[in-house]
């Protein structure tokens, strides 16, 4: 998916690809490629990646810009993962933070100076991965959906809080529906008029609707999870 994205055909354990354990790639569907260029962070900015574990877009983000970047999740267990893959793909340094943190109450992690960019990868349903997890759809209530709605509005709000004037907020889940995807964006813009929403522009070949990516199908050029994503500049 885009300039740096390749498919390994046919697929292998990953530590048998030559250049892993040096750092030289990592793995990520195609769909969550696109963030770290949708967020579109520029050398010497400050970014925040909220809900960072396991790390793919926390390095990606880096491959790209030279930043001063805070790794966020509020799940303390999967933060050694996060310096693991900093540490194989060398970049970690004294201008990454790696916090434990929840994303819905800034006063507990904040330093207070704004951020440039913010990623809110959110937790969600995970109902764009089905097709390769189908568990998923056994380990998910129909009531998920309005938590995790809930969760992802209080998130929203106060990363927003965190944004500098002019700065960039991408909005993203792993999922297909609605209520987490075009109904939060559009709620979220509805509630905050400094917020501007940006149209997202995505690969070509990438199947989408409007911020929506679209799980492949067999056969298709690219092959991407379901995910949504939706842009917005604070003015």
Known sequence: ????????SPPRPVRELPGYDEGAFSVQDAGAQIAAPLLGARDGERV?????????????????ADVELTALDADAARLPRV????????????RVRVV??????PASWWDGR????????????ASGIVRRHPDVKWLRRASDVASFA??????????WSCLARGGTLVYATCSVFVEENEAQAAAFAARMPDA???SPVFPAGAESSGGQLLPSLPGARHNQDGFFYARFRRA
């Open 1 to 8: 998916m885009g300039e740096a994205g390749l498919i390994v």
């Open 150 to 159: 809930a969760v992802q509005h209080a998130m929203l709000d106060a990363l």
């Open 196 to 198: 501007l929403r940006e």
């Open 114 to 125: 704004p951020y440039d960019r913010i990623l809110a990868d959110v937790p969600c349903t």
């Open 48 to 64: 925040l990646d909220a809900c960072a574990a396991p790390g793919g877009k926390t390095t990606h983000i880096l491959e790209l």
């Open 83 to 94: 310096h693991t893959n900093l540490a194989r793909q060398k970049l970690a340094s004294d």
């Open 100 to 105: 434990a943190g929840d994303a819905a109450a």
